[in-house]
């Protein structure tokens, strides 16, 4: 089945940048979207459709895409940016949704 | 404001049933695609099933597949998630959420133990 790949964790300091990579074969094809999860609580889109910010999502989120590789991008990460973030996307017929196994963000 | 209200988890023994609900509010749910997302204890999200805009296609997870049924009412702008032959690895938190171009808006899940 098909799988995304996320790094189990990053680490930065406050006012730092802030790279969460997601590699999955379809990529090229596909969009991937960004969710940010906080302990307890639902979790928020904060990238659509690779690089789109959705209403009410801070300047400092981005994202890119690269061939097999998209990346989320949090410019001077913020101690309330602590959380875990998964990718999302598609297989490469549309058919099944895939999420990543999800990225702990530590800024400390 | 848009709202998504997830109902009907509990205990439930192996090899049980359970039916979720999921009442949305703020929108018209026949405009759009509705998922159901997983969360199990300590773990990542995972996607469990997808509905299109009238319930003419339905998509699965292979772990489901054959176990649960996603269903729909538009009339009651209602989803629902009948979960038949419950086993302890589907213990987790069930999300529903609005799709379109991603989930973009999550309930806040209900919560689903399979133990005896």
């Known amino acids: 089945s098909?799988?995304?790949t996320q790094p189990a964790s990053v680490s930065v300091s406050p006012g730092q940048t802030a790279r969460i990579t997601c590699s999955g074969d379809a990529l090229p094809k596909q969009y991937a979207y960004w969710y940010q999860q906080k302990p307890g609580q639902a979790p928020v889109m904060v990238i659509s459709k690779d690089s789109e910010r959705p209403s009410g999502i801070p300047e400092r989120f981005s994202g890119s895409s690269s061939g097999t590789t998209v990346t989320l991008t949090i410019s001077g990460a913020q101690a309330e940016d602590e959380a875990n973030y998964y990718c999302q996307s598609s297989d490469s017929s549309d058919t099944y949704v895939v999420f990543g196994g999800g990225t702990k963000l530590t800024v400390l | 404001e848009v709202r998504l209200v997830e109902s009907g988890?509990?205990?439930?023994?192996?090899?049980?049933?359970l039916r979720l609900s999921c009442a949305a509010s703020g929108f018209t749910i026949s405009d759009y695609w509705l998922t159901w997302v997983r969360q199990a204890p300590g773990q990542g999200l995972e996607w469990v099933a997808n509905i299109n805009r009238d319930g003419s296609t339905r998509r699965y997870v292979d772990s489901v597949e054959g176990r649960f049924t996603i269903s729909r009412d538009n009339a009651r702008n209602s989803l629902y998630l009948q979960m038949n032959s419950l086993r302890a690895e589907d213990t987790a938190v069930y999300y529903c959420g609005?799709?379109?171009?991603?989930?973009?808006?999550?309930?806040?899940g209900t919560l689903v133990t399979v133990s005896s």
């Open chain 1, 2 to 4: 098909y799988k995304l």
């Open chain 2, 9 to 17: 988890g509990g205990l439930v023994q192996p090899g049980g049933s």
């Open chain 2, 98 to 108: 609005r799709t379109e171009m991603g989930i973009q808006y999550w309930g806040h």
